[in-house]
């Protein structure tokens, strides 16, 4: 189930919130997502990878519904492959917290993967 929402997370612009199949995402905060929550965090998802420093975390809130979070970058493991990073998700919507953190790679089309 995590694996997915990350993989959600890193298509960034390829698809939209509503050609994608969230039932595994119900009891999530996720699930409460809007498709303007489901822009905002995927374009602030993006930026953190592609720009934040190790360490660094990217906000995110969508003041018309209130939902929210962050991700953090962090170095990837030793004996990752070169230029993944570890990234940690913080989502909140309406009274559902979750965090969840995923080592993610870059492909060379731009886009963030789980590694193969």
Same mark, same amino acid.
């Given at each position: 189930?995590?694996?997915?929402?990350?993989?959600?997370?890193?298509?960034?612009?390829?698809?939209?919130?509503?050609?994608?199949?969230?039932?595994?995402?119900?009891?999530?905060?996720?699930?409460?997502?809007?498709?303007?929550?489901?822009?905002?965090?995927?374009? *602030?998802?993006?930026?953190?990878?592609?720009?934040?420093?190790?360490?660094?975390?990217?906000?995110?809130?969508?003041?018309?519904?209130?939902?929210?979070?962050?991700?953090?970058?962090?170095?990837?493991?030793?004996?990752?492959?070169?230029?993944?990073?570890?990234? *940690?998700?913080?989502?909140?919507?309406?009274?559902?917290?979750?965090?969840?953190?995923?080592? *993610?790679?870059?492909?060379?089309?731009?886009?963030?993967?789980?590694?193969?």
């Amino acid at each position: 189930m995590r694996r997915w929402l990350l993989i959600t997370l890193c298509i960034l612009a390829w698809s939209s919130p509503q050609a994608l199949n969230y039932q595994f995402l119900k009891d999530t905060p996720a699930a409460a997502f809007t498709e303007a929550d489901w822009e905002i965090a995927t374009r *602030v998802a993006g930026e953190a990878l592609r720009e934040a420093a190790d360490g660094e975390s990217r906000s995110w809130e969508n003041p018309e519904t209130g939902n929210g979070g962050s991700y953090r970058v962090e170095a990837a493991p030793a004996g990752s492959a070169p230029r993944c990073r570890k990234l *940690v998700i913080h989502h909140h919507a309406q009274a559902a917290k979750a965090t969840t953190e995923y080592l *993610v790679c870059p492909e060379p089309d731009g886009t963030w993967r789980l590694p193969r």
